[in-house]
């Protein structure tokens, strides 16, 4: 099941990331009086009641501009346009109505998705309301006040952007084929893997960075098993030259990092593990999704005995935070390994679904806290009185214990590796989370 994606969009400078950042939680988006600061789209998931859906910040829409960087943030809302769900239009109530909110209403009106128009900096219900009225003439029904700053109207907002997600779109796919996400940066091979894989040129392949402008499902089949291929668009590196930013084109990989079962990241072996691997790779674990690695045009580097090693060393020290993730070294070019691709999502795809019986559990437990005593801290030692497995995908394990302050990631880390010693889930994260349960 994915989750419904909320876009925030308006002109620059009108509160969209201070909206964002009170819906997030915490300030993650760059806040500035300043229009055009936010170029990074950025998401984040949120839960409201019962509902939990991904919201994406996006630059400020400048419809007619012939500067560089708005032209570039005004492609990537419209991005977000294209992938959301539902639109939150934010408007400013203090400058009012202006021609470019006309403009930017025509371009989501033919989006022809689920607006809420939103008016905000209303600090003051009873002082701004009649300014609030004037955006009737947007025509995009009824304008929902808010101060984004202030906190106020913004538990109904929300009742109305729930009150917009598509009932089908909320229920389990019946679709049970294996789904793959292809994803990485731009001109790493990601749509020639899939070409090589399906033998013919069904996605365009380019020399082009950015050339895929959509998640692209591409099926193909082997040994009689359909696996479905979500080709992503490339995620754009900051260029070091200002006038050339650009912003990174996160939405897409997270709505296809949403609905797969296992995540390729693709490599450039060239080029090396970049920064923005590593954030790439990041939304896969966040989202606790089984991750391959595939180090892609390994044909075109010179070797000897060591390179195959070395280059293995260097993406684990650069993405330590996911040593499970598997590794293969392949070619688009030549297919070299390209068919133990499948054998690796088989295996992956069985792990993130492995269960383990809760006397195993147990077992492996009391062997692992016998070899090394859980921690303590001012006298007081963290006893952990039983494991059980809750759920997969990803494996996810619950420790009870006398205190959840004593506990610490290290012996965390220590009682997963002991796990994974036994039954290895190579391939997939699995998550840990403690609870208290009082002395007798």
């Known amino acids: 099941m994915s989750k419904p994606v909320v876009a925030v969009v308006g002109r620059p400078n009108v509160g969209k990331s201070t909206l964002f950042n009170a819906l997030a939680g915490s300030r993650i988006s760059i806040v500035e009086d300043t229009p055009g600061v936010t170029r990074d789209r950025i998401y984040a998931d949120v839960s409201w009641l019962n509902y939990n859906f991904t ?72 002082k701004f309301m009649p300014d609030v009225y004037e955006f009737y003439g947007l025509g995009l029904g009824d304008p929902i006040p808010i101060s984004a700053a202030g906190r106020l109207g913004i538990g109904d907002m929300l009742d109305e952007l729930v009150s917009k997600f598509d009932p089908s779109s909320m229920e389990e796919e019946e679709d049970e084929r294996p789904k793959i996400a292809v994803i990485g940066r731009p001109n790493a091979g990601k749509s020639s893997i899939i070409n090589r894989l399906l033998g013919e040129e069904r996605v365009i392949v380019s020399p082009i960075a950015g050339t895929t402008r959509d998640a692209i499902d591409t099926t193909v089949k082997r040994n009689g098993q359909e696996y479905v291929f979500i080709d992503t668009a490339g995620l754009r590196r900051k260029s070091k030259i200002k006038e050339e930013l650009e912003r990174y084109s996160i939405i897409r990989t997270v709505t296809a990092v949403e609905r797969c079962d296992v995540a390729v990241l693709v490599i450039d072996a060239a080029e090396g593990v970049t920064d923005q691997d590593a954030k790439i790779a990041g939304i896969a674990h966040e989202r606790g999704k089984g991750v391959i690695i595939a180090i892609n045009k390994w044909d075109l580097i010179e070797k000897n005995d060591k390179t195959m090693r070395e280059f293995e060393k260097d993406i684990r020290d650069k993405l330590a935070y996911m040593p499970y993730a598997e590794l293969i070294f392949v070619s688009a070019e030549t297919g070299q390994r390209l068919p133990k691709l499948f054998d690796h999502i088989d295996a992956v795809i069985e792990n993130c679904a492995l269960r383990v019986q809760t006397g195993v559990l147990n077992e492996i437990l009391t062997e692992a806290m016998a070899m090394k005593q859980p921690p303590s801290d001012k006298g007081r030692r963290l006893r952990i009185y039983y494991i059980t497995q809750v759920s997969v995908k990803p494996p996810t394990f619950v420790m009870f214990v006398n205190d959840k302050n004593l506990t610490h990631f290290s012996y965390t880390r220590y009682i997963e590796n002991q796990i994974r010693n036994t039954f290895g889930f190579r391939g997939t994260p699995v998550r840990f989370i403690y609870r208290e349960r009082k002395e007798k």
Do not use: Y
């Open 55 to 126: 919201l994406v910040d996006t630059g400020g829409i400048e419809p007619e501009t012939d500067d560089l960087i708005l032209s570039r943030m005004r492609e990537q809302a419209e991005t977000a346009i294209m992938t959301a769900d539902v639109i939150l239009f934010i408007t400013d109530v203090r400058q009012g109505m202006v021609d470019a909110d006309f403009k930017v209403a025509d371009m989501l009106r033919r989006s022809r998705k689920p607006i809420l128009l939103i008016v905000n900096k209303v600090d003051s219900f009873e």
